[in-house]
């Protein structure tokens, strides 16, 4: 069965650094790209980049470009999505997700990380 | 960047009652070289993560209700649930895969009447 289990939730304050993850199971880590998306509260779904797991090789939103890194450790099939000076407004629920490339949907999800920035 | 603009935003159905929800792009994701519209629609149930429930427009994910169907091509799309059900209060998202970066509709939150 295919899995992504993420980290648990997490409370910063503006400033701090942060890395949260995702844990691929029941399939080739290295045979799929891992998304991350991120949902404000109240709001919808916004893609916010992607990594091959098998080169590391990143794409990202220009949106988010430059605000987050996305990172892969293919030998604990785990993804990351690090930040290194939080602010309020990167309050939201971040999921995770798979698929195959750009041209097959996101077909697995983790469960999401709720990431609370507050002073 | 593909917008993606769903509508309504929201919707009450009767329970087993037919409900329609529309997504239009700003540019066509048929992919022409194999006909394929490289669209999806996901279902976001309250506190869970999204579900892929149709992708290439029209093909039901393994698992997924056939009440679930999905239609069109080009730069219009529609999902139907054909019969409402209790469980399938969510927000429905539909997504294009055809181009980076990646870009969803708003959503659209199916209710019970």
């Known amino acids: 069965e295919v899995q992504l289990v993420q980290s648990g939730a997490e409370v910063k304050k503006p400033g701090e650094s942060l890395r949260i993850s995702c844990q691929g199971s029941g399939y080739s880590f290295t045979t799929s790209w891992i998304s991350w998306v991120r949902q404000m509260p109240g709001r919808g779904l916004e893609w916010m980049g992607r990594i091959d797991p098998s080169d590391s090789y990143t794409n990202y939103s220009p949106s988010f470009q430059g605000h987050v890194t996305i990172s892969a450790d293919k030998s604990i099939s785990t993804a990351y999505l690090q930040w290194s000076s939080l602010k309020a407004s990167d309050t939201a629920m971040y999921y995770c997700?798979?698929?195959?490339?750009?041209?097959?949907?996101?077909?697995?999800w983790g469960q999401g990380t709720l990431v609370t920035v507050s002073s | 960047d593909f917008v993606m603009t769903q509508s309504p935003d929201s919707l009450a159905v009767s329970l087993g009652e037919r409900a329609t929800i529309n997504c239009k792009s700003s540019?066509?994701?048929?992919?022409?070289?194999?006909?394929?519209?490289?669209l999806a629609w996901y279902q976001q149930r309250p506190g869970q993560p999204p579900k892929l429930l149709i992708y290439?427009?029209?093909t039901r994910e393994s698992g997924v209700p056939d009440r679930f169907s999905g239609s069109g091509s080009g730069t219009d799309f529609t999902l139907t649930i054909s019969s409402l059900q209790a469980e399938d209060v969510a927000v429905y998202y539909c997504q294009q895969y055809f181009s980076p970066p990646l870009t969803f509709g708003g959503g659209t939150k199916v209710e019970i009447k």
């Open positions: 540019q066509s994701v048929l992919y022409n070289s194999n006909n394929k519209n490289y």
């Open positions: 997700a798979r698929h195959v490339d750009y041209s097959n949907p996101l077909d697995y």
């Open positions: 290439w427009a029209s």
